[in-house]
């Protein structure tokens, strides 16, 4: 707690995983600095006992429109910072949009409630929302015991008049014609260098390997910060980490020492868009070794291809969905694949196409089932070569790819690919 960590609220079905827009305050393109409104609903759950019976996964996030989106609409609840114009019925200005009943891994996005809000109010209208939930939520059924359950009963029209009957006043909502469109995010902004909005700062994005650091090279990146940095590191929903406040003479510099840790600020199309949960090699409820099998997809792709847009691959082990696998453009959910007649197993794949956040929203599609962990690299392969080859031109995402041909189609023209 003297660092400013505490293990309360960390253990059972307590509230957690608050998460924030990555480059708050530092970054040129955002509306909002989400950072002072994310640590207030933190502290808020921290320190009030009748907030700790919520499910585990209970998630809220604050994305402040800027370059490495937060996933908001994968959460339960989601603040999103938008630009009111004028002529609305509220002064013009930034504010959160609400949005409600995200849960990815039952294949659902939060959705736009119309309610707006000024971003002081964040944690009473947070609030308010949880109570409705532990109110009224199924804790019966673990797998129904999310939002998403409650509004799907309700509909989001009762849902809200209870949430205004908590707060003692009305919900302001305002149509979409009154509010800026969001800028898109950079899908590689989380690696590399970038200049923040304090002019001659930077921040830099380190590739992490699946997630993974050593204790030593940990210990690296605390100096480099403390050194080379304004002291914070940032992370990221795409398993990496930002050093922020490096000053443009000392580029270079933390450039030579995060390469002498053995990491990276440079990643192939691939790997920086890999993520992988922990996987049968630390969690019970996996089927199999996730960051292991994305570490050989990795390799084997660098290997035989060369991709020149970004591709989103995220392998996870099982139904939680931790890795979000029905996001990414090629998901992979582990699964025990039969060998024999006796029941015999070994670890594999689902591989889902098709997936995306933001703009692109939308639930990935089953492509293959049951392969084997050693046969999912190839296939990958196969399915990236197909794009390579097939798409319509050399600006078409793999997102839009998959999404113009049905599964049927995408088979055959990944079975015509060498893997």
Known sequence: QDLGLTSRGSGADNIRNVTGTPTAGIDPHELLDTRPFARAWHFHVLNDRSLTGLPRKFNVAFDG?????????????????????EGAPVAAGVYFRLVLGGITGHKDFARD??????????????DAIVRVFIDSGDRTNRNKARLKYVLDDWGFDKFLFAVEAKLGHPLIR????????????????????????????????????VGKLTAEQMRGVASLARDLGDGDLRLTVWQNLLV??????????????????????????VRAGLVACTGS???????????????????????????DLPVNIHLTGCHHSCAQHYIGDIGLIGAKVPVNDDGDTVEGFHILVGGGSGADAKIARELWRDVKSED??????????????????????FFTFANRHDTDTLKRLAEEQQG
Not at 183 to 206: E, M, S, T, Y
Request: net charge neutral; aromatic share 2%; charged share 20%.
């Open 244 to 269: 922020s406040g490096v000053a443009d003479a000392d580029v270079t510099e933390a450039l030579t020492r995060i390469a002498a840790m053995g990491l990276s600020a440079e990643a192939a199309a």
């Open 174 to 209: 305002i149509d979409g014609q009154h509010v800026k469109p969001r800028r898109a995010p950079d899908r590689l902004a989380h690696i590399g260098v970038h200049p923040q909005k304090q002019a001659g700062l930077n921040w830099i994005g380190l590739v992490l390997p």
């Open 281 to 307: 090699t630390g969690c019970k409820f996996a089927a199999a070794n996730t960051k292991g099998t994305a570490e050989l997809i990795a390799a084997h792709v660098e290997r035989h291809l060369t991709l």
């Open 376 to 397: 999912c690299p190839a296939a990958v392969a196969r399915l990236l070569s197909a794009y390579l080859a097939h798409r319509a031109d050399r600006s078409e995402t």
């Open 113 to 126: 409630t119309g309610v707006i809000l000024a971003p002081r109010d964040a944690t009473r209208v947070a």
């Open 65 to 85: 429109a800027g370059s490495i989106a937060a996933l908001e609409e994968t959460n339960d609840i989601g603040f999103q910072a938008v630009e009111v114009v």
